[in-house]
């Protein structure tokens, strides 16, 4: 059962995005969703079949992951490509402007490795903590 939300597009926070409102938020929207930078990571290593791409991510829904490249297509990052087969076989890649965030994607890979994985392992230490004593 599709939802409106689903055929709706998301309306943009702002209507431009020159100052005061900030790039950052511009790309975040464009790429800032749980699954959409792990989508674009494995796209860089090129063409990718649909069901490749699901096995890849993992634990992602079917229908999030359509949903997550339903909307990486519209923001012009990938492009989709329906081959006239049966059974049918879709593929995305990069587009041009997807492949720019080349960069960008291993620099947060790097800053995972370095940072972000001990930080989450802090935070369920905490978390751990707290729920063990309440009180405190």
Known sequence: MDTNEEKTPKAARHVN???PACPVEATL???GAKWKG???FYLLDGRVRFSELKRLVGCVTQRM???Q???LEAGGLV??????????????????????LEPILHALK???EQHAMKLIAARHDAES????????
Do not use: F, H, M, Q
């Not at 903590?129 to 405190?136: F, G, V």
């Open 17 to 19: 995005y020159e100052l």
């Open 29 to 31: 929207e464009l790429i």
């Open 38 to 40: 792990i989508i674009l």
């Open 65 to 67: 992951l359509t949903k």
């Open 69 to 71: 490249l339903r909307d």
């Open 79 to 100: 492009n989709r490509i329906v081959y006239a087969e049966v059974p049918p076989r879709v593929e995305y890649e990069l587009t041009e402007e997807g492949r720019s």
């Open 110 to 112: 790097d800053w995972g």
């Open 129 to 136: 903590l707290k729920a063990e004593n309440p009180n405190t």
